[in-house]
């Protein structure tokens, strides 16, 4: 009888196995460029991203909420990924559908594909902590991928030094951070070695003895910084940094330095570009 129940056990011990490595099917939710189709989750989203551009998720980046609105545009299917306040995933696929049968999208718990910091006990193995997916610096790649592709401009902010030009395209803010679009174009007949791309911001100190006080602001992520942009090229990526407002006598200063040469920009974005960007 105890060999019985041994093996009644084993027997269920060996399917649960099974059914936990099989991969879950992803429903899927069909969206076009004339309605909004609405998601209604049960916490609200603290994150949410699609893998392909002509598929837009919007959602209240500033003040949480339950819903966000998916709209998509004719394209190859892709993938949604939302994740809620309280950890939980969320994984559809998502498809252009011109004719919409459903509009309103009431999304239970029991959909959750799992959490981002999942419970440990001592009967369960996790994965290690490498082979964890970093859902922070996951939606930094989506987010600059997607601004990079973007033709959307701040102004006309530009310098130049000997043939090299750098530029600030775009000024975006989402969340908690500001993503500064970058490009440096090289259009001499030399390579440009960077040595650093910093951004600092200074302060006019007022009073009998005027002078200037530079703060560094270390950026969270850069996307696709480059070490070389050769003769006649140019690279474009993002420097994300957290959240900042200037005031009237403060400015950001944006310094580009080149590696065992002279072709050094300075240029500075007034507090108008930081408190307003896009």
Avoid: W
């Avoid at 209604?40 to 003040?63: A, L």
């Avoid at 709209?71 to 892709?78: D, F, L, R, V």
């Avoid at 940094?241 to 072709?263: Q, T, V, W």
Wanted: proline share 4%; net charge positive; with cysteine.
């Amino acid at each position: 009888m105890k060999t019985f129940i041994s093996i009644s056990i084993l027997v269920l011990v060996t399917a649960f196995a099974k059914a936990q490595k099989q991969p879950i099917p992803l429903d899927t939710i069909y969206a076009n460029e004339t309605k909004n189709v609405a998601l209604f989750f049960p916490e609200p989203i603290r994150q949410g991203i699609t893998g392909s551009d002509n598929f837009v998720f919007t959602y209240n980046r500033e003040k949480e909420q339950y819903f966000g609105l998916l709209q998509a545009t004719p394209g190859k299917e892709s993938n949604l990924l939302v994740v809620n306040r309280n950890g939980s995933i969320f994984s559809y696929i998502v498809r252009y559908k011109k004719q919409l049968s459903k509009l309103n999208y009431f999304i239970p718990l029991s959909n959750s594909i799992g959490n981002e910091k999942p419970i440990v006990t001592d009967s369960v193995l996790v994965e290690s902590s490498e082979e964890l997916v970093d859902n922070s610096t996951y939606y930094y790649q989506k987010f600059c991928s997607y601004l990079l592709n973007r033709k959307q401009r701040i102004g006309r902010i530009k310098k130049r030094n000997e043939n090299i030009i750098l530029t600030v395209e775009n000024i975006v803010f989402d969340k908690d951070e500001l993503y500064f679009v970058i490009e440096i174009e090289n259009n001499s007949t030399l390579d440009y070695d960077l040595n650093f791309l910093n951004l600092s911001i200074e302060t006019r100190q007022k009073g009998k003895r005027k002078s200037l006080q530079r703060l560094y602001q270390e950026p969270i992520y850069k996307h696709n910084l480059p070490s070389k942009i050769k003769e006649n090229e140019r690279a474009r990526f993002v420097y994300v940094l957290p959240k900042f407002s200037l005031s009237d006598d403060r400015r950001a200063i944006l310094e580009l330095n080149e590696k065992d040469g002279e072709r050094n920009i300075e240029m500075k974005l007034s507090h108008r570009y930081i408190n307003n960007p896009n």
